[in-house]
T-cell receptor, first 114, second 112 residues
């Protein structure tokens, strides 16, 4: 079945460490997105990529970095510069041209800083 | 600025009650609107979407939404909720560069 796979499901990080969250899709979608979900704040866009080797900052990119070396993969690194990294992180993908049918979401990674 | 506002953060209903969740958007371009649902422990799933045409849109599981351009609204409705509708509901508008802009979400709890 086509879909988006995020791993790991749960991740614990010590303060001062960088961690990388994985996102892989086999939907042949051009565009991929990272959102952060916090209670009462909905989903906020961190980074997005419309094509391989290109990505753009979203609304809350500070303290995060991404890469898009392959169409299928869009990993997110949460760096030590992110002041409040504990959150639920969602990856999504979509077609980028033509009628837009909304995003397909992964099942998320819950990151906790200990 | 592009934004989505959901009026109720928490809604509690009994089974068989009618549901209406408010959503207002602010966006100057062509409007594409969505409602997503997140059941406990599950992915975000698309409930319904509006691109053009009939402003009353029907989605999965008996949900519908009405696009009222003059009110910048896209409220979600269901005539009779079930316990299984307990979830968090997100309204979203498609902004520039095909970015989805989400509201803060509404948590719905349905009691048997």
């Amino acid at each position: 079945d086509g879909g988006i796979t995020q791993s790991p499901k749960y991740l614990f990080r010590k303060e001062g460490q960088n961690v990388t969250l994985s996102c892989e899709q086999n939907l042949n979608h051009d565009a991929m997105y990272w959102y952060r979900q916090d209670p009462g704040q909905g989903l906020r866009l961190i980074y997005y990529s419309q094509i391989v080797n290109d990505f753009q900052k979203g609304d809350i990119a500070e303290g995060y970095s991404v890469s898009r070396e392959k169409k299928e993969s869009f990993p997110l690194t949460v760096t030590s510069a992110q002041k409040n990294p504990t959150a639920f992180y969602l990856c999504a993908s979509s077609i980028d041209i033509g009628p837009h049918y909304g995003y397909t979401f992964g099942s998320g990674t819950r990151l906790t800083v200990v | 600025a592009q934004s989505v506002s959901q009026h109720n953060h928490h809604v509690i209903l009994s089974e068989a009650a009618s549901l209406e969740l408010g959503c207002n958007y602010s966006y100057g371009g062509t409007v594409n609107l969505f409602w997503y649902v997140q059941y406990p422990g599950q992915h975000l799933q698309l409930l319904l979407k509006y691109f053009s045409g009939d402003p009353l849109v029907k989605g999965i599981k008996g949900f519908e939404a009405e696009f009222i351009k003059s009110k910048f609204s896209f409220n979600l409705r269901k005539p009779s909720v079930q316990w299984s509708d307990t979830a968090e509901y997100f309204c979203a508008v498609l902004g520039g560069y095909n970015k989805l802009i989400f509201g803060a979400g509404t948590r719905l709890a349905v009691h048997p």
